[in-house]
DNA sequence: AAAAAAC
């Protein structure tokens, strides 16, 4: 179906056909008439999907065709990281050219001077406003936000949200708005806990389930059997003789993100971090440089694992295994977007192994595993069934509940 | 046992 069949505003229109959009994706075909209709949506979806989209498209029309003013907030868009909020805002940004909407990113780590346009912003009034949970309460709190006239609430990755904590913080941005609104909410998974929160805030909501459990399938997956030690002489290997201008390192602490960026960097590679450990400048001009391709490699934490769209990535390595296996799906589905190809690599070591035997359950399938290269020596050895160090001789009296 | 998010 073509964006001009769903009968969206000719100035959204515009937007869409120069950037050369025409057909809508699934969820859009589904979520855009529904959210015109002004139901309440609750939406099991990822990026990638043109979810960002599906909720964009539908709130700049109803802007547009209501000839709302912008001298208040018409919609509040929650969303869990800075870089999201980012990205979501420029993509409204590119999407609105030619609509008069207006807009603007609300987050954390900004200096004095964005603090300012942000309580300009807030009270004279933007269309739509994204932003993380904790500057919006504090912005709230001030009092100043010209939020009673609000339409429209969006809440993405939900999931994601509720696993930082962020349930109370929600609560309490929607206790700030006018209780007649419609309320959109995105999530990966739906779990138990985003089923009640949708029970409580949305009324009758439409649902769309585009989830996609199983990673894009031109994700070539493979697993290295390789301890610590062997990891970094791995990479080297797989960038002598792959073909890699662009490649994203996971890892699962800030402090490991930090020692592999270091040894790789001392190999004389062209690596960089990101991580909340940056100022949050940094994190955008390392983030710009690597969307630029003026950096080859980002070292990253699950940070930008969700959401974050970057094309053409041509290898995702993790260099271990994901402590929450719906991330493993996040971290790789970095690559092989929009119509490229790309190559998924994982290293596990023996306290990875159960980790990733539960991840290849959750996608149903097993994933090819090999050994480093030879001359970095054999790695461990692999057994789905081993525990690893789950069951390791440091706790077995420990008592209490554990997860 | 982790990451992220407010000053």
Same mark, same amino acid.
Request: charged share 30%.
């Given at each position: 179906m073509t964006f001009a069949e769903l009968n969206l505003h000719e100035d959204v229109l515009a937007g869409l056909d120069a950037i050369g959009f025409e057909k809508a994706t699934p969820i859009q075909e589904i979520a855009i008439p529904s959210i015109i209709e002004g139901k309440d949506l609750i939406g099991c979806a990822q990026t990638g999907t043109g979810k960002t989209a599906a909720f964009l498209l539908p709130l700049m029309h109803k802007i547009c065709a209501q000839k709302i003013e912008d001298d208040h907030i018409n919609s509040i868009i929650i969303c869990p990281t800075r870089e999201l909020a980012i990205q979501i805002d420029q993509q409204l940004q590119g999407l609105s050219y030619f609509t008069g909407v207006s807009s603007i990113a609300i987050y954390g780590g900004g200096d004095g001077d964005s603090f300012t346009q942000e309580k300009r912003a807030l009270s004279q009034g933007a269309h739509i406003v994204v932003g993380t949970p904790g500057k919006l309460i504090s912005h709230l709190n001030l009092g100043y936000a010209n939020v009673k006239q609000v339409q429209n609430l969006v809440l993405d990755e939900a999931d994601r949200m509720l696993d930082m904590g962020f349930l109370d913080d929600i609560k309490k941005i929607i206790s700030f708005l006018p209780k007649k609104r419609q309320n959109l909410l995105f999530s990966a998974t739906m779990p138990p806990k985003i089923r009640s929160l949708a029970k409580e805030i949305l009324t009758d909501p439409k649902e769309v389930n585009i989830s996609?459990? $199983? =990673? /894009?399938?031109r994700v070539t997956q493979v697993a290295v059997l390789a301890h610590d030690s062997q990891k970094i002489e791995t990479i080297k290997h797989l960038l002598r003789y792959n073909d890699v201008p662009s490649l994203i390192i996971f890892a699962s602490t800030k402090l490991k993100v930090r020692e592999i960026t270091k040894a790789l960097r001392k190999e004389g590679l062209d690596a960089k971090e990101i991580s909340s450990d940056l100022e949050q400048k940094e994190r955008e001009d390392i983030l710009r440089q690597f969307k630029n391709r003026k950096l080859q490699m980002l070292v990253a934490t699950d940070v930008i694992s969700r959401g974050i769209d970057i094309d053409n990535i041509d290898m995702v390595i993790n260099y271990d295994a994901p402590n929450d296996p719906e991330d493993y799906i996040h971290r790789i589905g970095r690559? /092989? @977007?929009? /119509?490229s190809e790309g190559e998924a690599v994982t290293f596990i070591n023996e306290d990875d192994m159960y980790k990733f035997a539960r991840i290849e359950q959750m996608m149903e399938m097993e994933v090819r595993k090999i050994q480093p290269p030879e001359h970095v020596g054999p790695g461990p050895e692999y057994n789905p069934k081993s525990r690893g160090n789950q069951r &390791? &001789? @440091? $706790? =077995?009296f420990r008592k209490g509940k554990r997860r």
């Open positions: 996609i459990s $199983k =990673p /894009a399938e690559t /092989a @977007r929009a /119509a &390791g &001789g @440091r $706790k =077995p």
